[in-house]
């Protein structure tokens, strides 16, 4: 196969050729110049390839001496870092070795002090031994002293208030007996007056419970009065009826709460005990009915 590779002129020559008025031509290329294309070209691939591997090694150079740089930069901080070290260890050894001097001195002077301080400690203690101790003998003959005086106010308020405590005894036994017999006064007293109370509470009651009946009574005559003897009605009929009154003794409601089982008889019932308002009712007894059950039996 023949490959043909055109130059810009040649294409240029190209376009010409194939122009309308030459449409017909044909341009050939002989061997040696399709040779030297070729080789043209391969030479500038080698250049082009040249050109990469020496950037590529200018690039590696670069790097390698980047890491040099660094590595020496690294290489001098610890230099320095070693030597600031050892310049610091050795003034911290300066500096404790001044202060095991001071220390010493200052030990030194502290046994001084206290050697002194010491031997005037023991001159003053045993003057403070001697001192105390005429003190405590002057304090024993002082509180011997005032011990037998005690003794003696001890003995005199010893008698005095076993005194006081026998007359106590005597007053308190004396209220004792006066309170017993107060006491004994007194409920005799509480007694009659709970005696009388129930005497009069049961006659209040008695007289109460007379008055309620002589009520109940005028009430079934008051109601039997306005009674109608309903049609159908038989002997022995009888009903319950609950009865609230208002505040005049009349009659507020009535209401059945027993039937007699007859309703026509329970209805007129009813009707009675309503046409007896006011009830005869008296005023100290009142509200003992302001609701109160009635037996109705006529």
Sequence with gaps: MLIVFFSTEQK???HKLVAPENIMQAVAIDENQLQAALRQKEAELERQKAEQER???LKRKRIAEAKLREKKQQEEAKRKAEEKRKA???EKKRKAEKRRKEAEAAEKKRKADAKRKADAAEKQRKADAKRKAEAAEKKRKAEERRKAEERRKAEKRRKAEERRKAEERRK???????EAKRKAEEQARQLAEEKRQAEEAARYQAEKLNKMRTVVARIQARV??????????YKGLSCVIEIQLKGGRGVKTAKIIRSSGNSIF????????????PLPIPYDIFDE???FNF???P
């Design 88 to 90: 610091e260890a050795a």
């Design 224 to 233: 039997l009065q306005n009674w109608i003897r309903p049609s159908g009605y």
């Design 289 to 291: 009915f302001r609701v």
């Design 172 to 178: 308190a036994e004396e209220r004792r007996k006066a």
């Design 55 to 57: 950037l590529e090694a």
């Design 295 to 297: 037996r109705f039996s």
């Design 12 to 14: 240029e020559q190209r």
């Design 266 to 277: 329970d209805t007129s019932a009813i009707k009675a005990v309503y046409d007896a308002s």
